[in-house]
T-cell receptor
Framework: EAGVAQSPRYKIIEKRQSVAFWCNPISGHATLYWYQQILGQGPKLLIQ????????DSQLPKDRFSAERLKGVDSTLKIQPAKLEDSAVYLC????????????FGEGSRLTVL | SQKIEQNSEALNIQEGKTATLTCNYTNYSPAYLQWYRQDPGRGPVFLLLIRENEKEKRKERLKVTFDTTLKQSLFHITASQPADSATYLC???????????FGSGTRLSIRP
């Protein structure tokens, strides 16, 4: 069974530029999560989707971050404009059951903002 | 807001000994608690889940306990091996549709 796919693995941009990350969850997983992990810290939830709908986006900086999940499958996370403090690894995860189900994570997309 | 505390210092253990990692939380108890392993440059990998009505869960050399009175979970690795060296994250969930909140993780090193 294929795992969660993310791209790109690495991205370096200047501040105020924009960037987009893509995630393809495990087939059949209804719930999709985007987490931000700053070096030395645990993952912080940015947004949670259940199929096409947003379940939680309370910690998403909506003035610069946006995310969508078209057709309840793939998802894209965008940052525009980027700030220095956005440098982090962006992890995508999916789960079959949602809530109590285990999360399956991708390898992450490492963003460096200069 | 909910806070999750894990050992901030790295844990160094001699091979063969039991490693014990701590996860403490404040405020209200979660409906369940999960433990993940994360290797450098990789995404977290799920290890175990324990629900609020369970005291203990085991899986091979791993054991997790959950004490809602102390607001604490302990994660044990028995007969530790250098291959167990990684960062271990605890994560709390509060309902079937709620978000899952992660702690900052504990880095574990097993020396031969």
């Amino acid at each position: 069974e294929a795992g969660v796919a993310q791209s790109p693995r690495y991205k370096i941009i200047e501040k105020r530029q924009s960037v987009a990350f893509w995630c393809n969850p495990i087939s059949g997983h209804a719930t999709l999560y985007w987490y931000q992990q700053i070096l030395g810290q645990g993952p912080k939830l940015l947004i949670q989707f259940q199929n096409n709908g947003v379940v939680d986006d309370s910690q998403l900086p909506k003035d610069r971050f946006s995310a969508e999940r078209l057709k309840g499958v793939d998802s894209t996370l965008k940052i525009q404009p980027a700030k220095l403090e956005d440098s982090a690894v962006y992890l995508c995860a999916s789960s079959l059951q949602g809530g109590t189900g285990e999360l399956f994570f991708g390898e992450g997309s490492r963003l460096t903002v200069l | 807001s909910q806070k999750i505390e894990q050992n901030s210092e790295a844990l160094n253990i001699q091979e063969g000994k039991t490693a014990t990692l701590t996860c403490n939380y404040t405020n209200y108890s979660p409906a369940y608690l999960q433990w993940y392993r994360q290797d450098p440059g990789r995404g977290p990998v799920f290890l175990l889940l324990i629900r609020e009505n369970e005291k203990e869960k085991r899986k091979e050399r791993l054991k997790v306990t959950f004490d809602t009175t102390l607001k604490q979970s302990l994660f044990h690795i028995t007969a530790s091996q250098p291959a167990d060296s990684a960062t271990y994250l605890c994560a709390l969930g509060y309902s079937s549709a709620s978000k899952i909140i992660f702690g900052s993780g504990t880095r574990l090193s097993i020396r031969p």
